[in-house]
């Protein structure tokens, strides 16, 4: 098999001496699709900050293809955390899929906030001069979602996209982020509630108990 897109090794991560999430080996391939499960309190989204090169472990190692990572490192432009609670700049949405491309200097960034909101279900002609304020909760969780596939990270982390949405706008964010795979081999790791979809799409679930992967299916 070849070098995986990222490992953990040895991982321990506390908060006040409190030990929420004990993993001793856990790698994730290019390009697959993995769920992760668990009850609230379970270390899914520690698990997912870590990933994203967000936060250090307390003890342990991330490799990132097979380079051991410190957090807040360049990788992680290659990475990105979609967060449960997203919030926007409060300007247009074209400005807000725009900025990221902006501040990295990328070229094209019109076609390319464009194409993003188009992946996320969202008309550009109807929605990139929408103000912040002017989006339902659905519409600013795709928002959010454009502005990071706008950057094409080589994995997506998404953190219960899904959790506060009505069943149309869960689907869309599902749809977009297949997309992503399919556009530009995009590996995703999911965390959600939503099991049927998780069933349906992904390669694996690791369950989550008290901060161990309890199962994976
Ligand atoms: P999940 O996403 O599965 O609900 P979390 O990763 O958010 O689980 O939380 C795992 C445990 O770590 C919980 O007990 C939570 O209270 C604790 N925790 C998470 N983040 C912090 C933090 N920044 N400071 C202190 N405790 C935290
Ligand atoms: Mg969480």
Not at 41 to 46: A, D, F
Not at 204 to 212: A, V
């Amino acid at each position: 098999m070849s070098t995986p897109l990222i490992a953990l090794e040895n991982i321990r991560q506390r908060y006040s001496d409190r030990t929420v999430l004990e993993i001793d080996n856990l790698e994730f391939q290019s390009g697959a699709i993995i769920g992760l499960a668990g009850p609230n309190g379970s270390g899914k989204s520690t698990l997912l900050r870590l990933l994203a090169f967000l936060e250090s472990p307390a003890h342990g190692t991330v490799k990132f293809l097979g380079i051991p990572t410190q957090a807040r490192s360049a990788v992680n432009r290659q990475v990105t955390l979609l967060v449960q609670e997203p919030y926007l700049l409060k300007r247009t949405v074209y400005a807000n899929v725009a900025y990221g491309l902006r501040i990295r200097g990328k070229n094209d960034i019109p076609a390319k906030v464009n194409r993003a909101l188009e992946i996320v279900g969202l008309d550009p002609a109807a929605f990139a001069k929408r103000q912040w304020f002017e989006l339902s909760g659905g519409e600013v969780q795709r928002v959010a979602l454009a502005a990071r596939l706008a950057l094409k990270p080589k994995l997506l982390l998404m953190d219960e996209p899904t959790a506060s949405l009505d069943s149309k706008s869960a689907g869309l964010i599902h749809d977009a982020a297949l997309s992503a795979r399919d556009e530009y081999g995009a590996s995703l790791v999911v965390a959600s509630h939503d099991m049927a979809w998780l069933e349906a799409v992904t390669d694996h679930i690791h369950h989550l108990e008290n901060g161990r992967i309890v199962r994976t299916a």
